[in-house]
């Protein structure tokens, strides 16, 4: 219960400000309210304003605990709460400040950009702990700015400073302090929301744990695959879940958040790690989402986790989607004369000078209901890795289901389980189990394919492999299909071992038969320069009609590489 209430109605001031060396402040069990729309990063924005110094020190060992942080009447404050400290020194910076256990609420702004709490140049080492951040109406947006529940932005380069923030167990959506109802944004503007934009230092590694995103609608004009993203992480040394995971959407309810585009292929990132020094993203848990487009041109996009920036990630034990909620992550719009590559990837590493030790994740129970026909690249991929160098190993991704009816090829297959196109050596993919990967589209004249691992290679080195991998329960929705193709490996260019691996194929999930007369491939073989060793393929089911394909337990149709297959067991064992 707040104890006392400080307001400030004049519209372009806090109603608190701590300035010049103002130190070892605790304020606790208040209300404080504001209708300040000075912007963010200005000298005067804020509900409670943590400001510069012309001392030697800055605003430091600050207490804000238990208070109620928002609006006043006559309008909302840009920011609730703000920090823009000096940076002529480390020691005039604002340090060891600490916000918990706070409601903050009720900020916005039409036209400018908007911030719970922002924390600019001239900060580090603050805590920021089991806060609510709400909106209790409806926000309504007419200028494309961006809106961030946490603006955590201090680094202005290869800072050593600006580091050290722990930020942990706060909440971010509902309509109410307990977090009820729903954050709700629209606007036919392309706006974008954030809810948090993470760029630190490279100093004293920066720590998100066990923070949740949850019970948000959004609507938006955005066609950028970031319309919305849970966290942005663009710059710094960061942990992120790696001791308690965080939460974005819910691991039990469906649509915990839900985001509309109305314009092609905006959509949803869960964590985004973009540039900087090196990030671990572990734990955390990407589920509960939905996406809307339209039934007609507009598609949606989604990417659970992508690495696109900085020089080391580690993304091990994250769920993107749901080992037991079906259609956990849904973009549920038809789309169907769309002709735009809507993409839905479970974990996408995308960046050319980098590392990416992609380990021991769960992709399950992503569906896309993009029903449209083509050859654009509408593909629905549990792990991509376009550039860089990636060890890709212990993943599980199953349930991915796709109505589409694209007939692309390669990189455009309609599903794949894992995408490798990046070139640069060493390329490493072993002990995945990928299983359940079906297309659901009754259509039988479509030529859609479904590949469990997709490998274009690096062209160099010797220690590329695939291996120990476990690919099983590929299937089509259609019984009388005979250009649908089914593949457990394909190696279309590089250099590669391929060895250990085992696949069936030809049988669904349940054990039943797939009956369509479709063209199925163990392992298929077009352009790369292969040594395939000691796998295991077995093609089973029985066909019903008068209609049938060819099927390959190996396949090689490359006529100018030099290939080595030995100690093989390939069966197969399919009736036409």
């Given amino acids: 219960t707040s104890e006392l209430t400080i307001q400030n109605s004049l519209g372009t001031l806090p109603a608190l400000r701590l300035i010049n060396e103002a130190s070892n402040n605790t304020i606790k069990y208040c209300k404080?309210?504001?209708?300040?729309?000075?912007?963010?990063?200005?000298?005067?924005?804020?509900?409670?304003?943590?400001?510069n110094t012309t001392g030697?020190?800055?605003?430091?060992?600050?207490?804000?605990?238990?208070?109620?942080?928002?609006?006043?009447?006559?309008?909302?404050?840009?920011?609730?709460?703000?920090?823009?400290?000096?940076?002529?020194?480390?020691?005039?910076?604002?340090?060891?400040?600490?916000?918990?256990?706070?409601?903050?609420?009720?900020?916005?702004?039409?036209?400018?950009?908007?911030?719970?709490?922002?924390?600019?140049?001239?900060?580090?080492?603050?805590?920021?702990?089991?806060?609510?951040?709400?909106?209790?109406?409806?926000?309504?947006?007419?200028?494309?700015?961006?809106?961030?529940?946490?603006?955590?932005t201090p680094n202005t380069g290869s800072l050593t400073s600006a580091s050290g923030f722990n930020i942990s167990d706060n909440y971010i959506?509902?309509?109410?302090?307990?977090?009820?109802?729903?954050?709700?944004?629209?606007?036919?503007?392309?706006?974008?929301?954030?809810?948090?934009?993470?760029?630190?230092?490279?100093g004293a590694a920066t720590n998100l744990q066990g923070n949740t995103i949850t019970n948000m609608d959004i609507t938006s004009a955005n066609g950028s695959s970031g319309a919305c993203l849970g966290i942005s992480i663009a710059n710094g040394n960061v942990n992120c879940g790696t001791t308690t995971g965080n939460i974005i959407g819910s691991t039990t309810t469906n649509g915990a958040i839900t985001f509309t585009t109305t314009t092609t292929l905006g959509g949803i990132i869960g964590i985004r790690f973009s540039a900087g020094s090196s990030c671990n993203i572990s734990n955390n848990i990407i589920s509960g989402i939905n996406l809307i487009g339209n039934a007609t041109t507009v598609a949606n996009s989604f990417n659970g986790i992508n690495y696109s920036g900085g020089t080391s990630c580690i993304i091990n034990n994250n769920t993107v989607g749901s080992a037991t909620?079906?259609?956990?992550?849904?973009?549920?719009?038809?789309?169907?004369?769309?002709?735009?590559?809507?993409?839905?990837?479970?974990?996408?590493?995308?960046?050319?000078?980098?590392?990416?030790?992609?380990?021991?994740?769960?992709?399950?129970?992503?569906?896309?209901?993009?029903?449209?026909?083509?050859?654009?690249?509408?593909?629905?991929?549990?792990?991509?890795?376009?550039?860089?160098?990636?060890?890709?190993?212990?993943?599980?991704?199953?349930?991915?289901?796709?109505?589409?009816?694209?007939?692309?090829?390669?990189?455009?297959?309609?599903?794949?389980?894992?995408?490798?196109?990046?070139?640069?050596?060493?390329?490493?993919?072993?002990?995945?189990?990928?299983?359940?990967?079906?297309?659901?589209?009754?259509?039988?004249?479509?030529?859609?394919?479904?590949?469990?691992?997709?490998?274009?290679?690096?062209?160099?080195?010797?220690?590329?492999?695939?291996?120990?991998?476990?690919?099983?329960?590929?299937?089509?929705?259609?019984?009388?299909?005979?250009?649908?193709v089914l593949t457990g490996i394909e190696l279309l260019s590089g250099i590669v071992t391929t060895s250990n691996n085992m696949i069936r194929l030809g049988i669904d999930d349940n054990g039943t038969d797939i009956t369509a007369p479709c063209i199925i491939r163990g392992?298929?073989?077009?352009?790369?320069?292969?040594?395939?060793?000691?796998?295991?393929?077995?093609?089973?089911?029985?066909?019903?009609?008068?209609?049938?394909?060819?099927?390959f337990a190996y396949q090689r149709t490359a006529t100018t590489n030099a290939d080595d297959v030995r100690n093989n067991i390939f069966v197969n064992n399919r009736s036409n």
């Fill in 32 to 51: 404080l309210e504001s209708n300040n729309n000075s912007a963010t990063a200005t000298a005067t924005a804020g509900v409670i304003l943590f400001g």
């Fill in 56 to 152: 030697a020190n800055g605003n430091d060992n600050n207490l804000i605990d238990y208070c109620d942080i928002g609006n006043l009447s006559g309008g909302n404050p840009v920011a609730a709460i703000h920090s823009l400290g000096s940076t002529g020194t480390v020691a005039q910076n604002n340090e060891n400040n600490t916000i918990s256990n706070s409601n903050i609420r009720d900020f916005f702004s039409a036209t400018i950009a908007t911030a719970g709490i922002y924390v600019g140049a001239g900060n580090g080492n603050w805590t920021i702990t089991n806060n609510h951040l709400y909106q209790t109406a409806t926000r309504t947006y007419t200028g494309a700015v961006t809106h961030r529940a946490l603006w955590i």
């Fill in 173 to 202: 959506g509902g309509n109410a302090s307990n977090g009820s109802g729903l954050y709700t944004m629209n606007g036919t503007v392309a706006y974008v929301f954030m809810g948090m934009d993470i760029s630190v230092g490279v």
């Fill in 325 to 484: 909620l079906t259609n956990s992550i849904n973009l549920i719009s038809t789309s169907a004369t769309s002709t735009s590559a809507s993409a839905c990837r479970g974990i996408v590493a995308n960046t050319s000078a980098a590392n990416a030790t992609i380990t021991n994740n769960l992709v399950a129970n992503l569906n896309t209901t993009y029903s449209a026909t083509g050859t654009q690249a509408a593909t629905l991929i549990g792990i991509a890795a376009n550039t860089g160098t990636n060890i890709i190993s212990g993943n599980t991704i199953y349930n991915l289901t796709s109505n589409s009816q694209t007939s692309g090829t390669g990189l455009n297959c309609a599903i794949m389980g894992i995408q490798y196109s990046s070139t640069t050596a060493p390329a490493t993919i072993s002990n995945n189990t990928i299983h359940t990967l079906k297309l659901t589209n009754a259509a039988t004249v479509a030529a859609t394919q479904v590949e469990g691992i997709y490998y274009a290679g690096p062209t160099t080195g010797t220690a590329n492999i695939i291996e120990r991998n476990f690919i099983h329960s590929l299937s089509i929705g259609s019984t009388t299909n005979s250009i649908a």
């Fill in 523 to 551: 392992i298929s073989e077009s352009g790369a320069t292969s040594s395939i060793f000691h796998n295991t393929v077995y093609l089973g089911g029985n066909v019903i009609g008068t209609v049938a394909s060819n099927t």
